[in-house]
C-alpha cells in the first residue's frame, strides 16, 4: 500500500492518493516454493543420514531422527514383531491386533508424549481400534488433523499414555507404513505439540517418502543379520571340539607314572 499527496496548480494541496497491489497470490507462491524447497532439502538430509549402517535399530533410530523436529516434534519407529523374526505376515489384515516392536523414538525437547510412546525394544500389542494398527492392516497413512479427546485412546497404548498426550498438548497425528518390496514392515509414527500447524496433505506424500526409502534400509538390514547370524552358526559349530576336561583327562598323567615307576623297577632288578 502507498500514499501520495495530491496538490493544485499552485502547490495548494488537494488531498490523498492511496494505492493498493494485491500480493496474496505472490505471497502464496514464494511460500509454497519455499515449502518445497524445505521439503527437498529434508529427503536429501534423509538419503545421506538413513541407511548408513547394517543395523536394524540403528537405521530406525536415524529416521527418527531425521523427522524430528523438521517434520514432527515426536517421532517413534514401530516395527511388526513377525518381521523381525522374519516370519511372513502374508496379506494385509482388516481386523485383528498387532504386535509391534519398537525401535526408536525421538522428541524435539522435553515432553509427556516421549515417555506415553512405546521405549525402544519394547514389545506391545495394538488392538484393532487403534490407528497404527489401521496403518499396517491397510498399508495406506492414517491422517488425523487436529487430535480430539477420542482419537487419543486410538493413538495411545493405554488410557494412562492417552492422559500423557494429552498433557502434553498433542493436536495432530500421522502415521504412514514402513513398506519395502511390496510387505510391510511397521509404521512411522508422527505427534505434534509444539508446532502449532497440524499435519496436511503435503505432510503426509513427504512422511511416505521418507518411510518408503527407510523401510528399504531396513529390510536389507534385517536380512543381512539374519544371513550373518546364520552364518557364525555355522562357524562355530564346525570348530573343532575343545579338549574334553575332567576325572578321565586328569588320571592319565598318574597312569603315566605308574608305567614309569614300573620300567625303573624292572631293570634295577636285572
Known sequence: MSFYRLEGGEGRVLGVAASVIDVTERHR???????????????ADASARVGTTLEVERTA?????????????????????????????????????????????KASGPTEALPAADPPGSVAMYGADRLVTRCVHTGLPV?????????????ARSPEAAEMLARAGVHSYLAVPLIARGEVLGALDLKRDRNALP??????????????????????????????N?????????LP?????GRAWRSRPATSRRRRRARSAGTGTT
Not at 31 to 43: F, G, K, P, W
Open 29 to 43: 507462491a514464494d511460500a509454497e516454493a519455499d515449502r518445497s524447497r524445505r521439503r527437498l532439502a529434508l529427503i
Open 199 to 228: 499435519f496436511d496433505g503435503d505432510d503426509v506424500l513427504l512422511a511416505t517418502e521418507l518411510a518408503a526409502r527407510a523401510a528399504v534400509s531396513i529390510d536389507n538390514a534385517r536380512w543381512y543379520q539374519s544371513v550373518r
Open 61 to 105: 533410530d536415524e529416521l527418527a531422527s531425521v523427522v524430528v523436529p523438521a517434520l514432527a516434534d515426536v517421532a517413534a519407529v514401530d516395527v511388526l514383531d513377525s518381521v523381525l523374526s522374519l516370519r511372513r505376515p502374508g496379506a494385509p489384515e482388516e481386523e485383528g491386533p498387532a504386535l509391534f516392536r519398537a525401535l526408536a523414538v
Open 241 to 245: 571340539g575343545r579338549r574334553p576336561r
Open 143 to 155: 491422517l488425523v488433523e487436529r487430535v480430539g479427546p477420542g482419537d487419543l485412546s486410538r493413538i
Open 230 to 238: 546364520s552364518a557364525v552358526t555355522l562357524q562355530r559349530s564346525l
